[in-house]
């Protein structure tokens, strides 16, 4: 049992597209009755996500709560930026009762659990669970998590194989840190799909995990809260391909920020960003969208060549911009060639 002062923290990990801000939109709209402070660690310096959950703001989490790291991975700035702002969370007027935090896709969930260890806030905070969320279709196609039967047999045929591609190694350390696994878009992934998902992630998994299949983020908030794991002096059973590294890097992945101006054609500007991901393996494009003659923001998501767009709300006071993110694998980030396949 964990410590009932301290104030137990859920942090949500899973790599880009999975749908953790969905998820997050969802216990915000289903507290339990809990007063809930929310942390989003960007990758890249447009903060979409922290502006979506900030949309979502109400009384059991006010816009006050909900705090943004960017430009950083939160592990790898522990000192400079991640324990300041929880301890800026917990001298809120009204101390949250529950913090969730987002990591960045790209993030190492280990390390970040080894920060609850800093004498500043080990004894009043917890990590009450990590919850992955994992993308059911695409771990289904085998994209991020191989076949590990597979992977051996390449590995005794080549030794040029012995490590991991990036990409697998941060989906395997987050199901290999994770409480409960949960398989997103379902409805995508179809009953096949899921069942092949669940078959993966057992694989990957250190220890049997509770997999659940879930649609828009929907799942009940007593499943995932209040687990007390403690998870923070836990880390012996949560294995990292980064065990025994003094630190980490996210050199793998970069990213840029397209200023596209005011926008004519939305249809036009998704067909840009499908072929372009196609072209260019760019793994995410996310950012907000000005239309001209529509007083309505666009909210433009893709995961690889998948993309979902709509106007979210009005702009307001904040100005018109359309500023769209783009991450990839350091060698596929070519500013060049993405702001000609954008138009710019």
Same mark, same amino acid.
């Given at each position: ?35 809930l402070a929310v942390l989003v660690n960007e990758f890249g310096t ?43 969370l917990m001298a809120l007027p009204e101390t949250p009762e529950h ?58 045929a080549d030794d040029s194989l012995d490590h991991e591609t990036p ?70 059973? *949560?294995? #990292? ?6 630190? +980490?890097? @996210?050199? %793998?992945?970069?990213? =840029?920020?397209?200023? !596209? $101006? ?57 100005? *018109?911009? #359309? ?6 694998? +350091?060698? @596929?980030? %070519?500013?060049?060639? =993405?702001?000609?396949? !954008? $138009?710019?």
């Open positions: 049992m964990s410590d009932l002062s301290k104030i137990p923290v859920t942090v949500i990990t899973g790599f880009l597209g999975s749908g953790k801000t969905t998820l997050i939109r969802h216990l915000m709209q289903n507290p339990q009755g809990k007063r447009a903060g979409v996500d922290g502006d979506i959950l900030k949309s979502c703001a109400d009384e059991n989490c006010p816009e006050s709560n909900i705090m943004e790291l960017a430009n950083g991975c939160i592990c790898c700035t522990v000192a400079d930026d991640f324990i300041p702002t929880i301890e800026q913090i969730i935090i987002e990591t960045s896709g790209l993030a190492l969930p280990k390390p970040l659990l080894k920060a609850f260890d800093w004498p500043a806030i080990k004894s009043r905070i917890t990590v009450d669970g990590v919850i992955a969320v994992a993308d059911a279709e695409a771990v289904a196609a085998g994209q991020f998590a191989p076949d590990l039967d597979a992977v051996q047999a390449q590995r005794e990409l697998s190694e941060v989906f395997e350390d987050q199901i290999s840190c994770a409480d409960i696994v949960l398989l997103s878009k379902a409805d995508l992934a179809g009953e096949a799909g899921i069942a092949k998902a669940k078959e993966v992630v057992e694989a990957e998994a250190p220890r049997k995990l509770p997999i659940i299949a879930i649609t828009d983020g929907v799942v009940d908030p007593r499943v995932i809260l209040g687990l007390e794991a403690a998870a923070e002096d836990d880390l012996e059973n *949560r294995p #990292s391909h980064h065990d025994g590294h003094d630190d +980490h890097e @996210h050199d %793998d992945f970069d990213s =840029i920020v397209v200023d !596209l $101006g005011e926008v004519e054609d939305v249809q036009a500007l998704q067909d840009a960003i499908v072929k372009m991901a196609k072209d260019q393996n760019i793994l995410r494009v996310k950012g907000y969208v000005a239309v001209k003659g529509k007083p309505m923001r666009y909210l433009v998501q893709a995961v690889g060549t998948r993309i979902r767009a709509q106007y979210d709300q009005p702009w307001g006071t904040r100005p *018109r911009a #359309s500023l769209l993110v783009v991450i990839a694998e +350091h060698d @596929h980030i %070519d500013e060049a060639a =993405i702001k000609a396949a !954008l $138009g710019v």
